[in-house]
């Protein structure tokens, strides 16, 4: 079992920045493909950025150019730098952890899930 616990977020106002992070449990982390997603009220969880083991990124459009994934394998940690936020980026973001280490766009690759942390962007 991988225990996922997110931190970082909270309220900024629209231009602004955050860094979410999110520590992992286990031995295996730098095997894992990690993702982050997230979910406005009423709406489905929709996926942000994805890291694979390998160090391989892929980005949302709505996303790109503004948010960095990356990870640090030392300290079973990965990031998601948010740059230039958008009160459309209010929501509750999730890290989840995919044991093909391949990591998706697709949440219902990932295996593991944090509880998330909320974002909220003041315009």
């Known amino acids: 079992q991988v225990h996922l616990v997110e931190s970082g977020g909270g309220l900024v106002q629209a231009g602004g920045s955050l860094r979410l992070s999110c520590a992992a449990s286990g031995r295996f982390f730098s095997s894992y493909g990690m993702g982050w997603f997230r979910q406005a009220p009423g709406k489905e969880r929709d996926f942000v950025a994805t890291?694979?083991?390998?160090?391989?990124?892929s980005y949302a459009d709505s996303v790109k150019g503004r948010f960095t994934i990356s990870r640090d394998n030392a300290k079973n940690t990965v990031y998601l730098q948010m740059n230039s936020l958008k009160p459309e980026d209010t929501a509750v973001y999730y890290c989840a952890a995919d044991r093909t280490g391949l990591g998706t766009f697709s949440p219902n690759q990932y295996d593991y899930w944090g509880q998330g942390t909320q974002v909220t962007v003041s315009s």
């Open positions: 890291i694979n083991w390998s160090g391989g990124t």
